[in-house]
């Protein structure tokens, strides 16, 4: 089996956000919300993501950059924005996905991702990571 569709396989059987393999080995799964889990597996796994597949529910245009900083092999998503196709199409990553829209939407559809945006204003990916862990401190100050 490629490791995309055991990837797929998994995400959909234990009902994951994210599940990340390499060499048919499952390198990283989580079932949490939004960027953090392809954050923290990018903090964890390092270097390990080059050349991996990664099977998500919802790419943003962060996560895109992340895929491409991490350079992964392959990317199978539900839900992707314009502006990670965009980023995509720049890179070798083979990308697939259900539905395509315009933006990734915050949690209550009033607008548009705070990550979504963050990932606009951000000139690079190491001030995009820098913003991502700040945005994820500030979230946890909130529970």
């Known amino acids: 089996m490629r490791d995309i569709d055991m990837a ?3 995400l959909e059987k234990e009902g994951l956000a994210l599940v990340i393999v390499k060499d048919s080995r499952v390198i990283f799964t989580s079932s949490g919300k939004g960027i953090k889990p392809l ?3 990018h903090e ?3 270097n390990e993501l080059e050349g991996s597949s990664v099977a998500d529910r919802v790419t943003g245009r ?3 950059m992340i895929c491409a900083h991490a350079k992964v092999k392959q990317l199978k998503t539900k839900l992707i924005s314009e502006n990670a196709i ?3 199409k720049e890179t070798n990553i083979i990308y697939e996905y259900d539905e ?3 933006f990734i939407e915050n949690r209550d559809r009033t607008g548009m991702c705070p990550v979504e945006t963050l990932s606009l204003k951000s000139g690079d990916i190491d001030e995009l990571l820098r913003g991502i862990k700040k945005f994820l401190e500030s979230i946890n100050k909130g529970n």
């Open 8 to 10: 797929v396989e998994l």
């Open 39 to 41: 954050y923290m597996a």
């Open 44 to 46: 964890e796994c390092g």
């Open 62 to 64: 962060a996560a895109a």
């Open 86 to 88: 965009n980023i995509l």
């Open 100 to 102: 395509c829209t315009p």
